[in-house]
């Protein structure tokens, strides 16, 4: 039973040092990005926090543009 646990809690701490690693690691700006493919260069929570500010500027970009045109745009 103690194996098992020993096992439990090195894994634990695996994770949240992997995590931990993570959030300290730079987020890219996304305008530096030239391609699509230079975002996944990155670790998977970088890239989620990527399409996190894409899908916030085009909310944004989307909103400005309804307010020139002056109509619904879906």
């Known amino acids: 039973m103690l194996d098992i646990q020993t096992k439990h809690n090195s894994y634990h701490h695996l994770v949240k040092l992997e995590l ?3 959030m300290t690691a730079a987020l890219p ?3 530096s990005l030239k391609k699509w493919e230079d975002a996944f ?3 998977l929570p970088q890239v ?3 399409e996190r500010q894409l899908q916030t500027e085009l909310s944004s970009n989307k909103m400005k ?3 020139l045109v002056g109509c619904v745009i879906p």
């Open 20 to 22: 931990a690693t993570a």
């Open 29 to 31: 700006d996304v305008k």
């Open 41 to 43: 260069q990155y670790p």
């Open 48 to 50: 989620r926090q990527l």
């Open 65 to 67: 543009l309804r307010g």
